[in-house]
């Protein structure tokens, strides 16, 4: 790649000068580092969309081999269970996203970014608050509002 380098100091003037264009800086500068944030995430996600997808294709083998009676049933039992495999898949996403929000604190406020030791600092900081918001979420989302329909 051809390195571009401006032949002028920067000044106060070159700053961007509100949220839009500093997004936007952000994204023109840093785009690596956006895409190795989404490719974390995504990486961190896998174990939740394995656990949907087996709960979905058992869903639709029992509806194939019992009477629809008996397949209500197993499918209530069968969301209990896979409510409390879907929590410890949404703690595994929040780890890594805590890793990621010291990351992208970092972005905001345009410090450098070492993203191997940034995301370490960002486990250790933030995991515990966010493991602990995702088990509320998760308890919530898969057991509260489900059981109540």
Partial sequence: MKRR???NDFTEENLPHNR???L???IKVRYRTLLNIGLILFIFLIPYMFSTLAKTLYEISIYEQ???EEAIQLIRTNALIF???NIICLVIFAIGLSGVMKIV???CFYDPVFFKEDFKAGIKDNSGFMIGLFIILGI??????KTSS
């Avoid at 919530?140 to 509002?145: A, D, T």
């Fill in 5 to 7: 380098a401006n032949k």
């Fill in 20 to 22: 839009k264009e500093q």
């Fill in 24 to 26: 936007l800086d952000i």
């Fill in 66 to 68: 019992y009477e629809p």
């Fill in 83 to 85: 409510g409390g495999i």
């Fill in 105 to 107: 604190k970092r972005l």
């Fill in 140 to 145: 919530k989302s898969n057991f509260i509002f």
